[in-house]
């Protein structure tokens, strides 16, 4: 799916770099992209994206703050210094887990958006060409 999205990109851009209309042409195509992106799907949708990126990079420092606290207090706790080594491996691998399963569900999340806005960016630009 990113490939062929990537693709259409890439053929636009080259077109619309390299037409032999002209200036007309360029501005025509940059009026109907404008006219698209200044909708209100596609602001909903990019404003959604937004939101989640910034909840996104708040959360990752507070997992990695929470898991140097665990290993830091799974070292320091009582016992010889193999089992407070041993419990701070186990604490900092439970940890990393956790961060996975974070960056998983967030990179899951934008996915999600990505295609909902692409999807409403789609409806958009039909019903602009349709008007």
Known sequence: MKGKI???VGLAAGYVLGSRAGRERYEQIKAGYLKIWNTA???????????????????LPSALW???VKVTRAASRNGTPGQKLDSAIRAGRA???????????TAA?????????VADAKTAAKKAADD
């Open 66 to 68: 929470d898991g140097a």
């Open 95 to 105: 940890s990393a887990d956790e961060v996975t399963r974070g960056a998983e569900k």
């Open 109 to 117: 999340e934008v996915k999600k958006a990505a295609d909902k806005a």
């Open 6 to 8: 990537g693709i259409v």
């Open 41 to 59: 799907p596609v602001q909903k949708q990019v404003a959604a994206v937004k939101d989640l990126g910034k909840s996104a990079a708040l959360a």
